[in-house]
């Protein structure tokens, strides 16, 4: 493979950083420390963003990206980027939340539609297709009594959750560094199994 983007969704600034609906961005990190990149902010592609080579696939240009233009416009700066290095969508991994999966749970399809999620509507809109690699990663859907899908979402995690958490979002970088080196079935099927974490 000559070039991969991995692209996690969540919204920049502090308020924000530790919220349910920035585990795309929380995931992306945790590869950079992995691969020993380092994420910088690119005004120019409204994003940080991350470009090298790993020595696990040294014919492979890694590319890294946090879109900073809030989640509902995630796909602007994705297109931007991609047509700047002339990346096609099939080029493009999209790491995101997920409220229909609980705590732990990760899935990796090659496309769908976004399930309702905002960020991944921005991003098939603005690649024009939903052909693209996206991981999902669970964050549950345990809302209290009386609080909304985008309260919930922007919630923080509960203490209890955060052993499972620590776990999934380095499982989570874990398999996209299977994608650098591994056919995408393969990934797939050891992705989609079902673990459940912390126990």
């Given at each position: 493979?000559?070039?991969?983007?991995?692209?996690?969704?969540?919204?920049?600034?502090?308020?924000?950083?530790?919220?349910?609906?920035?585990?795309g961005?929380?995931?992306?990190?945790?590869?950079?420390?992995?691969?020993?990149?380092?994420?910088?902010?690119?005004?120019?592609?409204?994003?940080?963003?991350?470009?090298?080579?790993?020595?696990?696939?040294p014919?492979?240009?890694?590319?890294?990206?946090?879109?900073?233009?809030?989640?509902?416009?995630?796909?602007?700066?994705?297109?931007?980027?991609?047509?700047?290095?002339?990346?096609?969508?099939?080029?493009?991994?999209?790491?995101?939340?997920?409220v229909?999966?609980?705590?732990?749970?990760?899935?990796?399809?090659?496309?769908?539609?976004?399930?309702?999620?905002?960020?991944?509507?921005?991003?098939?809109?603005?690649l024009?297709?939903?052909g693209?690699?996206r991981?999902?990663?669970?964050?549950?859907?345990?809302?209290?009594?009386?609080?909304?899908?985008a309260?919930?979402?922007?919630?923080?995690?509960?203490?209890?959750?955060?052993a499972?958490?620590?776990?999934?979002?380095?499982?989570?970088?874990?398999?996209?560094?299977?994608?650098?080196?591994?056919?995408?079935?393969?990934?797939?099927?050891q992705?989609?199994?079902?673990?459940?974490?912390?126990?």
């Open positions: 493979m000559g070039a991969i983007v991995f692209v996690g969704l969540g919204n920049p600034g502090k308020n924000y950083s530790l919220t349910r609906h920035n585990l961005f929380l995931v992306v990190e945790e590869l950079a420390r992995q691969l020993g990149m380092t994420l910088r902010e690119e005004r120019s592609f409204c994003a940080a963003v991350a470009k090298g080579r790993w020595e696990g696939a014919n492979t240009e890694i590319h890294l990206l946090l879109p900073l233009t809030y989640m509902n416009e995630s796909g602007r700066a994705v297109r931007q980027y991609v047509d700047y290095f002339k990346m096609v969508p099939s080029q493009v991994v999209v790491v995101c939340d997920d229909a999966l609980e705590l732990g749970q990760l899935r990796l399809r090659r496309r769908g539609s976004s399930g309702g999620h905002n960020g991944l509507w921005s991003v098939s809109t603005h024009g297709t939903e693209f690699l991981l999902r990663i669970g964050v549950g859907s345990n809302m209290q009594e009386g609080q909304t899908l309260d919930y979402v922007l919630s923080g995690f509960k203490t209890e959750e955060l499972t958490l620590d776990e999934s979002i380095k499982r989570g970088a874990g398999v996209l560094k299977l994608l650098i080196t591994e056919p995408i079935a393969k990934v797939m099927s992705c989609n199994t079902k673990i459940r974490l912390g126990e």
